[in-house]
């Protein structure tokens, strides 16, 4: 807030405020909330409940299908199955993907959490935020890699799963997105403004 002319004060609308940092909080709860529910209880209960599991297939094309005038395939197929009957390591093959992104969600929320309240006690710029910030670094982009890993063995999984009457020749396909790396590579450079705050707060009250 600052004072203007007629003595009225005036909202920094760039400033973070009690009621931005309270807005905060909620988000990461509710996202801590959905991934435990979705992403860890979803598939458990699912499990419990037999329900039929859904898996993508991708299968070359052996008949003809209408397509739009001039357009051609490309000789294969993705189809979304609904598996009954499905085994539990067949269910821990989907999940996987879930329960990571789960759990990374979780973890980057709560170190997230903690950067808010030392910034909020105004406390920003310690050792203990760095490491923080570089973890999350970290998190996000070597932990999206391995989702994505998972992603790719859960969505070829039910080649190998004996439902197929000739599964033919084996390929495993694998989506690999670089975003994720910027994004960690962004995030690591902010840990090292944090890290150069700390070094100046210290070189500051050294000479105080």
Same mark, same amino acid.
């Given at each position: 807030?600052?004072? %203007?002319?007629?003595?009225? /004060?005036?909202?920094?609308?760039?400033?973070?405020?009690?009621?931005?940092?309270?807005? /905060?909080?909620?988000?990461?709860?509710?996202?801590?909330?959905?991934? @435990?529910?979705?992403?860890?209880?979803?598939?458990?209960?699912?499990?419990?409940?037999?329900? !039929?599991?859904? @898996?993508?297939?991708?299968?070359?094309?052996?008949?003809?299908? &209408?397509? !739009?005038? +001039? *357009? #051609?395939?490309?000789?294969?197929?993705?189809?979304?199955? =609904?598996? #009954? %009957?499905?085994?539990? +390591? &067949?269910?821990?093959?989907? *999940?996987?993907?879930?329960?990571?992104?789960?759990?990374?969600?979780?973890? @980057?929320?709560?170190?997230?959490?903690?950067?808010?309240?030392?910034?909020? *006690?105004? &406390?920003?710029?310690? =050792?203990?935020?760095?490491?923080?910030?570089?973890?999350?670094?970290?998190?996000?982009?070597?932990?999206?890699?391995?989702?994505?890993?998972?992603?790719?063995?859960?969505? %070829?999984?039910?080649?190998?799963?004996? $439902?197929?009457?000739?599964? +033919?020749?084996?390929?495993?396909?694998?989506?690999?997105?670089?975003? !994720?790396?910027?994004?960690?590579? @962004?995030?690591? =450079?902010?840990?090292?403004?944090?890290? $150069?705050?700390?070094?100046?707060?210290?070189?500051?009250?050294?000479?105080?």
């Amino acid at each position: 807030m600052e004072a %203007n002319g007629t003595g009225r /004060t005036k909202r920094d609308w760039l400033a973070f405020d009690r009621a931005d940092y309270l807005g /905060t909080k909620i988000i990461l709860g509710i996202a801590v909330v959905g991934s @435990v529910l979705f992403g860890l209880v979803g598939p458990v209960v699912s499990a419990v409940t037999n329900a !039929p599991l859904p @898996v993508s297939y991708t299968t070359k094309i052996t008949s003809g299908i &209408e397509l !739009p005038r +001039g *357009a #051609t395939h490309d000789g294969e197929a993705t189809m979304e199955l =609904l598996l #009954t %009957n499905a085994t539990l +390591g &067949e269910r821990l093959t989907q *999940a996987l993907p879930e329960f990571l992104i789960a759990g990374l969600t979780i973890a @980057v929320a709560w170190m997230l959490f903690q950067l808010l309240r030392s910034t909020q *006690a105004r &406390e920003p710029f310690t =050792l203990r935020n760095v490491r923080r910030i570089n973890t999350i670094a970290l998190v996000i982009g070597l932990g999206w890699i391995v989702v994505q890993f998972a992603q790719g063995v859960a969505d %070829n999984a039910i080649q190998t799963m004996g $439902r197929l009457p000739d599964n +033919g020749d084996l390929a495993f396909v694998f989506t690999f997105t670089p975003l !994720p790396l910027v994004v960690m590579l @962004v995030i690591a =450079l902010i840990g090292e403004a944090f890290r $150069r705050g700390v070094q100046i707060r210290d070189d500051v009250e050294g000479l105080v």
